[in-house]
């Protein structure tokens, strides 16, 4: 787990720690020495936690004027034991929504399982979306299974090409406007 790193090739244009409007704002990070654990495996030290033992963060990219955020998640997405839903809305969203951030892109390829409780968290989330979204990119099948079993899905889309879309060479611009595009596509049909 210590060798999952967060995405860092888009630090030269936005760190969440450099951010003053960012809820990781000055944070420090060790170059090795590893704190956190995942099931009393220590993970990499960039990752940023949000008061889960599970579930861990990494606020990629945050674009105030397009009202666009990029999350990166690590772990297990546990709402039935640990309501990680409750904490990524509350330490997380609920702090990106007050800076006016209504498109939430959430890269999920490293959450390795997911346990499903109550809807309550993901509609208050949604019903706070102005002109927003939430896209859920590239989870693992198992996991968007059950997202769609606990019919999240009308949350969150994770539908189409958002389970494979080769992400890490665009910009976070670019990554924008091909989600946009493919929510166009989306929705009119």
């Not at 720690?17 to 995942?38: E, M, N, Q, V």
């Not at 990680?84 to 006016?100: H, T």
């Not at 019903?127 to 009308?154: M, P, Q, Y």
Request: aromatic share 16%; proline share 3%.
């Amino acid at each position: 787990m210590h060798d999952l790193e967060p995405f860092d090739r888009w630090n030269s244009i936005y760190n969440a720690a450099l951010d003053p409007r960012s809820p990781f704002y000055g944070t420090k990070y060790h170059p090795t020495l590893c704190t956190h654990t995942i099931y009393n495996y220590y993970i990499h030290p960039q990752w940023d936690s949000i008061e889960s033992s599970t579930l861990y963060v990494k606020l990629l990219w945050c674009d105030y004027s397009s009202h666009f955020a990029i999350i990166e998640l690590l772990g297990e997405w546990n709402d039935i034991l640990h309501n990680d839903i409750m904490l990524l809305k509350r330490n997380l969203v609920d702090l990106l929504l007050e800076q006016g951030i209504q498109k939430f892109l959430i890269i999920g390829e490293n959450v390795m399982d997911f346990h499903a409780d109550s809807d309550d968290y993901y509609q208050e989330w949604w019903d706070e979306l102005e002109d927003g979204w939430i896209v859920g990119l590239n989870f693992r099948d198992h996991v968007a299974e059950e997202f769609k079993s606990a019919r999240l899905t009308k949350f969150i889309w994770l539908e189409g090409s958002f389970g494979t879309l080769n992400w890490r060479k665009l910009t976070p611009t670019t990554l924008q406007q091909v989600i946009e595009t493919l929510l166009a596509k989306y929705l009119n049909y």
